[in-house]
């Protein structure tokens, strides 16, 4: 069982570059989120997903995508890739929504 | 008006003292609480959840929740420099919508 998994750990992109993020879990979760946390600062809600085929904006949804297609994974785009979007990100999920949040490694991204 | 306002510290305390910890919510359907703890170059862990007034113990952390003060906190007790890390206060309403965190609260407990 290896829980939330997310891919890849770090990554430098160029502005104006794309890449995706993925995340994908192994608990049969329906809900999935996707956070992105700055230095010294909390968790910030890009996209969630209460289930396959049904996606959500959160706090901060611009110049993001997702999809859910299936139930494990819950990929995020990054379209044209900017200095703001440097981060960590983390995927997490549950199995319902007043329950224990599952978290991912995070993914580390910087934009230069 | 922030969602979720939490002091982010840090707060520093001898090893050994108990440590408090606290947050103030604004949506007052907020139904759901929970304190989680994220070391540095982790991902958050939930260290406690509370749902209704009163206090809830787990060994040597306890949760307090006052909806009508619109406020909850979090003690440790005998603090072990092992505790060290910033703890992060989550609230949620009822139904879908998903947890709002505070920006944290950054714990040193000094040997």
């Known amino acids: 069982n290896a829980g939330v998994t997310q891919t890849p750990k770090f990554r430098i992109l160029k502005i104006g570059q794309s890449m995706t993020l993925q995340c994908t879990q192994d608990m049969n979760h329906n809900y999935m989120y996707w956070y992105r946390q700055d230095p010294g600062m909390g968790l910030k809600l890009i996209y969630y997903s209460v289930g396959a085929g049904i996606t959500d904006k959160g706090e901060v949804p611009n110049g993001y995508n997702v999809s859910r297609s299936t139930t494990e994974d819950f990929p995020l785009r990054l379209e044209l890739a900017a200095p703001s979007q440097t981060s960590v990100y983390f995927c997490a999920s549950t199995e319902a929504g007043e329950r224990e949040l599952f978290f991912g490694e995070g993914s580390r991204l910087t934009v230069l | 008006q922030k969602e979720v306002e939490q002091n982010s510290g840090p707060l520093s305390v001898p090893e050994g003292a108990i440590a408090s910890l606290n947050c103030t919510y604004s949506?007052?359907?907020?139904?759901?609480f929970f304190w989680y703890r994220q070391y540095s170059g982790k991902s958050p862990e939930l260290i406690m959840s509370i749902y209704s007034n009163g206090d809830k113990e787990d060994g040597r952390f306890t949760a307090q929740l006052n909806k009508a003060s619109q406020y909850v906190s979090l003690l440790i007790r005998d603090s072990q420099p092992s505790d060290s890390a910033t703890y992060l206060c989550a609230v949620k309403r009822s139904g879908n919508t998903p947890l709002v965190f505070g920006k944290g609260t950054r714990l040193s407990v000094i040997a």
């Open positions: 949506d007052r359907v907020s139904q759901s």
